[in-house]
Structures are given as C-alpha cells and as structure tokens.
C-alpha cells in the first residue's frame, strides 16, 4: 500500500516534498484512533461537550448574601483535543476548553514512556497527582459536579511529574515539581513551586475489576509565591454562585494531604474520600481546613465502573445493551448518592461550612453519551439551603 | 480488515486498553468524512474562512453620528467543526468560531433522530428554527451579509427542539423551547425562555429542485428576563458601525413572525420574506418593527441553487465545469439583486428606517471555494447614504 | 473501493445527502497527511506545543525600571491548524494559537497555485515577506527566540500576494499589498496599507543543501494609518519583560529595509541578517533604527539544516539515527551561539539599545520533538545586564 500513498502525494506535489512514510489506519475505539501498522505512531482526535440545565431554589437566609439563584444553561465543558504517541516512547496531549468564551488549557503537555529507570515522564499542563475524584475524568464521575472536597485538590498546573503509569499493575505511583498556573499555563515567580505525589493501587482486583479494593494517599507542599492562598467553592453546581470563600489568606506555604479508598462488588460501588489543608500563614497560627465525602452507585442494570489499574482512577459504565446499536437494551442506568462536606472555618477564618447531600441518575446510552440528573440539597451552616435540580447532556468521544 | 487494527493498536499499547472496534473509511464528499463500512459511525471535519475586504463612502450626514466609515479586512467567520453521527440514531456537532479572538460556540448540541413518535430532538445551542434566510448557512446565501431584516431573527441559542428533519419531504417543521443564550452558549434567569416555531415546504418541487415553490412560516414568543430587549442593525456591511438601533426598550416579552417565500425555475430564483417584531412593552403600548427583503438570483453558466427539501432551506451552487479540476469550465458564476427594508421606529422608539439595495457577483471556482463581490447602497431615512464595496474570499469544506 | 464507501454513506444517511466522491488516503510524512490517489485533494491536520521554563537573574541597574525579572513557565505557542491543497490549484490553511487564552489567528489564508502568469497568490493572513529569520517557522529556528533585530520584521498581516514558490529554483520572489491586521486578522483605516516584497535565492547550492549560499534583500514600505508607530522588543526571552521601546512615534509611513546571508557547509551554517527602519515622522525629522545579528550552529551529530529551497528559508533538522525508533542512535543534537544587536535610539528619540550572546543547545528526539537550552546575556546599554537560562519542550507535527 505504501507506494501507492507515495504516488498520490508525488502527483499533488508542492515546494514542500510530501513523500508519506507510512499508511495510517483509522478506527474507532469509542473514539477515532489513527495508527500505524507497525506501531510506532498512534493518533487520537476527539472532544466532549456537556451541555447543563439547572433549576434553583433557595430560602431568603441564602438569597441575603448570594442573591437569587437563577435557572440556566450553559456549556460546562466544550473540549477538542488531539494527542497521541509518537515513535513508541513519545507521547503528547493538546487539549483546550472553549466553553467560558477563552481558549483554556487543559491537558497540554509531552511525555516520555516506558523509559529504562525512570517510567514515564510528562511535561506541560496536566492534573497534578492529587485525589481520586480530581484524578477521575469529568466523563466519568458519576456526578455532575466534583464534591465539596474538591476545592482542596489542585487540579491541572504545569509541572514535570515521574510516574509508573503503564506499567504499574497493583500499585500506582506519580510525584512531580509543578508551578501554579493559569488557564493558559502560564505560572510566574520565583517561589512558585509545588512537590505533589500520590501512591495508590488495587490490593483486592478479581473479575477483571467487577470486584475490587482501592486505596490512596496523596501530598503536596505547595510554596506561595505572591504571599496569598484562597480556597472556595460553589455547592456541587456550576450555575450557582460560590458559596463557600476563605478570602485571601496571607501565608508562605501550605500543604495537602489526601485519603482515599473505594470497594467494587459488582455494580454496587462504595467511594471516599478525606482531604485536608495545612496553611503556614505569615501572621497568627497555621489553619487548617478539611472536607470528605462519601459516594454510593449502583447500576441498575447490571454493569459496573470500569477501573484503569494502570493510573488508580475509575473509568466510565459500559452499556451492555444498548438500544442504539440494536442490541434490544436500553443502555446503562446507574444510580448515585453523596454526602459531602466541607469546613473552611479555622482560627478568624470564616470561609464557611458547608453539607450537601446528592442523588443522581445517570443513563449510558451508548459509550458516548450520558444523561445526567442530579438533586442538589446544599445546607451552608448558619446560614440557610438551596436546592438544585440540574441536569446535562454529554457527548464524550 | 479487524484484526490489523487490533494488532496495530495492542503493539503501541499503552494503558489504556485501545482495540479498535471498527475499521473507519475516509472520503471526500466536499469535505472530510469518515465512516464505519457498517454505517453505525459517521463523522465530519471540516471549517470555513471567509475573509472580507471592504471598501466604504458615505455623505457628511451619515459622518457626524457615526464617523468617517473606514476601509478595513477582517475575517468575518473562521470556523472549525468536528461532528456527526454515532450509532445511527444520535447525531453531535462541535462547531467554534475564532475569527472574533474569542471562542464563539455555534452549533455546539447533540441529538437524536429518526424517533420512533418523535422524530428528531436537538439539545444545546443550535439555530431556532425562524426564517429561511436565517436558515440558509451563511456559506450558501448569494450575498455577503444576510438582509436588513435578519435583526429580527433570533438565530443561534440554547434550548430543546423537536423537527422531523430527515423524514421531511414536502412538508417540515421545528418546534423548541430556548432560553437567550450568549457566545458562549451561556443563559441565565428564571424568566428566560422563548417558543419558536416553524413550518415550511416545497409544495411544487419537480426536476431534482431545479424548478420549485416554496413557503414558510415561523413565530416565536420570547420572555425576557431582564425585562429590557433591542434590536440593531449594521448596515448589511459587517465592518461598518451600526446604523439602526432601538436602543434598550424596557419589556416582559416580544413576539416574532415571519413569512418566507422562493421560487426557483432552473438558474433564476426569487426569494422574500417579511418578519415582525411586537414588543409587550413595561410602560406605554406595544411597539411594533417591521422588515423584507426581496431579493433574486441568476446563475449565468446554468447551474441552479441547490434546495434541502429535508430541512426546507437552500444550498450552495454547484459548479458544473470547473477549471481546478481540468473539466474546462471556469466555474460557476451568480448575478444577485437584494432590495430590504427595516423599520425600527414605533411611539417614541427612534430606531430609524433603511433601505438598502445590494448587487452581488459570485464566482464559484469549486464546491469549496467562492469569491464574491458586493456593492451595497444604504440609505438611512432622515439621515443620508452610504455606498460600500466589499470582497469576501471564502473557503468551506 | 468507492462502491463500499457510498454505501456505507448512504446507509447512515441523513436528509443531506452523503455520498462520497472519492476515497482518501491517510499516511504520516512527520505529521498527518490526508488524499486522494488522484491527486486533487490533500489536507493536512497538525499542531504545536512550545512549553517554556525560563529562570532569571539581573543586576540592580535593571531591576529599577524593569522590576525583578521572574522565573516562570508558559505555552509559547500553542496552535491546531488544518489546511492542504483542494483540485490541485487552489490552497487553504487555518491556524489558530490558543496559547495566550485568546485565540489568535496564525496563518489563515487561501491561495492559488500554479496559475499560468502570475505563479501563486495568497489571500488572507500570514507573513509577509521579509527577512529570512521571521520566514523560518518557530519550529526550526536555532534558538528559542527570534534575535533582537526581529522587532523591525513586520511579521503576520492581512493581505494578498503574489509569489513563485513551488516553481522557485535558485531564485525566489514575493511581493504583496497588506493591511496591518491584529491578532484576529482585523485591520481598518482608509490609510493602512504596505507594499513588502522580498527576493531571495541560493547561487550555489550542492549536495541536496548540505551545502550552499543563501542570499536575500526584502524591502517595506509602510503607510501607518493611525499616524503612530512604535517598536519595542524582549531580551529574546518571552517570558521578561520589554527592555527595549520606542513608545509612540508620530509618522505618516515607514520603510523597513533588510539584506540576509547564510552559508552552510553541511553540519556547519552561519547566518546573519541586517535590518533598518526609517520613519517618516509627522515632526522632526526622519528616524532611523538598525538591527542586525550573526548566528552560527553545528549540529554534532553529523546532520545538517534542512533548506527549502522553493521558499528560501531553513527548515528543521531531521536526526538521523534516532533512538526512539530503534535505530540506535541519540537523535540529533546541535549547538548555536547567536550575537544580536538593536539600537533603538534616533534624534531625540530613547528606545535603547542593546547587545545579546546567546547560546544555545538542542536536542532533536525525533522529527516531531525538540527539547532546547538556552542561556542568553542581555547587556542593555547605559542601564545594566540580565541572564537568562531558559528550556524548552517542543512538539511539532
């Protein structure tokens, strides 16, 4: 095949010689795969969108400070990406965010695999080592919104990270330096620097992952550069106005540190979590703050989380029967419950505490889309509650 | 064909478990398209350019409100899209504009089709369904800019539409409850939504739509919730300022309606509409907006328009004979005529009144290359007169 | 084959009509390529990621005015482009740059080629022609930065173009009318325009351009609309700040002025370059800026810089023996050393000047990736110096 490619591109010549050097096969994976026969190139293009409707209500002790909280839609996440491995040992992920109207990196960065001592090595944008939940695809949580807890974690920043990824089977280990960066990957300082490392694994893995045990820790020393830390959130809906805020908080440095475990009995799945923050702050003692939740799915028809060995994270429900491709089912449909809370009050600091309770339903119609329905009840202590009815439409691929 | 799939794919395996599932084809059908030999996967990638080029004149009355109107380029639409269909039943589309520096979501939905009792049903942001000329895309309206009148169409917001598209044949229609929705696809307020919509047909549609009749009709009730609405136009000339404006006019609601008609005998066709806008105005009575256009077409080297009889909207024109491809022809080349009319003024709402005329030149190289030339004539009522040249150079696929 | 891939098409059919005119091919010539065996359609889909990591140090003398020269990181670039070659004549690229959170348009153009007298002409954004550092692709230039002289380049702009390649052989022209355009490829004013033409050639060159002579005279002339022109420059590190600045110059026009030479004797090239501004100030009299640099590089291992003679501009070097694909070898690794000098000083204006060494050590991995060292001292005259140590990780494909 090789010389015909050759030839079609000899004949629509430019300046530019264009001698293909190998044919590409295209496939589909859940998503389109370009690859070469001989392995050495493999090529992804994708994207997501996840387009929310939310319903809110709320009594007055709420509306007093936040306002009224309105109905809308919006698009959460609106991703095209491109990345893939190239000459086996290479890998690299362009990935950007359109929804908020900016160009906003998400998963930018190259990489190296499957090198002698050291693993693999990644360099860019990318989640920093940190969480169970963060460390979770937003196409796969079966929530709408991460916990409470997850305003403790540090999500994507730019760094250099080792990691066994690929080869690790029961246990899992990354760690790396990283600087805080902005959604264009931009980070500037000189004291800007972070030390983030997980280790977790699947002791307990029988069935090809229908049953499992899954335990984690992670850590982070996190030097400030501009002398201010800040930790806030909104209550499990992006719609809604934040309702938890420490404010700026003077400090050189603080530190994470995270727990995690998750049992897997077939389509029944258990998840938690316990995060905490420790703020060295530059005037009067350190504070801390901390957050956890505790998760319930069950798939009423039968299928279960997937889980990735290889990187200590869950993956998404694989519709059995899948009334789309004719199979006579109607997909997958998993059901949710979560309590989460999280206290940002320590010494003066009055960032609030706060409890939600979560339930949702999630409907797998076929590997690349998702309806989501989810009720938000958030109780912000002293203060009052919100309900919430959101719901989202995802197309991931 | 699978199994070297697979096999390529295990070899430069990562984690990730990635074996492909179906070998896709790529094609070439005016643009990029990739598909499954089952039928199951369909996927496009495609975009456009259009890069204008204007050229401006105006008399001292039109200069003392808006300034000297300068020459300038700019890309007026820069497009990039990923979308299509998987497992035959759901369709998606990512579609985002750049030419702005901002990203613009534009069809950005998913959605299903050929439903047993409903038909199809689309969800995120995409078109209301109001207006043929709205309904045109605007790679294939004979003109550069869409009439006067457009300031009346809602175009692209969120919301939930049924249609029965791809099972229309004479006789289509679109029905969707939306909420006002932004750039980003972003709209909130408990009062925000409309109900818009349409029906149209061919009634007469004979030789493969080169001789056709065709009639439409589309309302729309639009809530507002932040109780103010307006309506302003450019005039049909994207880099010059705007010349109508109603300026903020308070209300609880608006109406729309409008009337299409076209008539295509081989490479003539006529074409208009008449839309209008009532305003539930806080204080004082109702005000009311009214524009049309009237426009016509002549193709000079004998192809016609092409007319989507599924979706009630037309196409581009084909070129016959194309000298790119060695057939001898030299393209397919377009005269057009627009004469549109907008009256923004009601009671004491001083919007203004114009009155355009346009020339268009259209030259067709290829199905994905047009270069048009337009010469608008803008007579502002009371005010004075403009005279614009413009160029576009567009690429589509 | 086209049999299978209309039927596919039409199985999966929708109200628009699918069939596929023809089958295309996908191969990797160091990045995607996509075509037909007959040659009409090509299409390429690439893009970049330039990761930078910059660690800074200066004297107090440039602290003072500058402030304190921070370490940081950041996305040079970050672009997604598709583009390629539709019937043979006519050529299209769309390229977009994520990397500043904005999206900016990079080259966005279309073209025609190989048309019987006037060659090639170009129509939308992309650079015009001039200077042989600035038309080298940020892919391939020796150092991370462009040298100091490059802010009297005009870079990226709108307009149309006439040019020779693809049939330029020792000698290249390109000549074009342009409007200075900002990052979105917008530009207005009756009075903004340039004329920039450039001719450049290889009298002698041998052995596929191991060896040879580039010689090259580009030229501008600059009608400045808003009757302000300012030129100002990095110490070629993105990441500190601007050290040298006109500010605002009343002018009517300016004319840019450069001549460029390089010598290659396989995997030994020095290149220098020599620019000159002169503007045509509203009051006073003319000023003039001057630029220049020398570079030399030496690629160890034995492969040289890669020439594209129909352009007249150096490409990439392309390792020989590459240890990511087995071939044994450490890829290719190159050394540069870069003297640069600016003077923005003239009559009474004070934009500075100053003198920078650089040095430079890159590591070519494979075709698709570039890790580069950088160490630059920057000696701003009559204030004081700075140093920079700065890397970056390169994908390109």
Partial sequence: MKSVVNLVLLVGLSA???????DLKVGWADKVVIASEDGTIRLEIGGRIHNDWAFMGSDQAIQ??????????????????IGGELYRHTEFRIQYDFSSGEAEARDVYL??????????????????????????SSNDIPFMERSLM?????????????????AGDALNWAGGVFRESDDTGTGTGDNNYS???????SPWYADEGRRLLHLGFSASYRSVDDQVVRFSTRPEAHLAPTFLDTGLIGADSYQLQGVEGAVQLGSFSLQSELSRASVDRLAGSGADFQGFYLQGSFVLTGEHRSYKRSSGAFGTVKPRNNFMNGSGGLGAWETSIRFSRLDLNDQEIVGGIQEDITLG?????????????????????????????????????
Same sequence: chains 1, 2, 3.
């Fill in 16 to 22: 530019v010689t264009l001698a293909a050097d190998k």
């Fill in 64 to 81: 007093d400070p936040f306002g009224n909280l309105e109905d809308g839609v919006e698009f959460r996440r609106a991703r095209i990406h």
């Fill in 111 to 136: 990489g190296f695999k499957d090198i002698p001592v050291l693993g693999g090595v990644r360099i860019g944008q990318f989640k920093e080592p940190f969480g169970l939940e963060e460390l979770t």
């Fill in 150 to 166: 997850n305003a403790l974690a540090p999500s994507r920043q730019t760094g250099i990270m080792l990691h066994n990824s690929g």
């Fill in 195 to 201: 030390l983030t490392g997980r280790i977790s694994g």
């Fill in 361 to 397: 339903l999630n409907w797998y119609l076929h590997p690349n889309l998702r309806i989501m329905w989810n009720y938000v009840h958030a109780d912000l202590e002293s203060v009052g509650d919100a309900d919430i009815f959101q719901m989202r439409f995802q197309v991931n691929f």
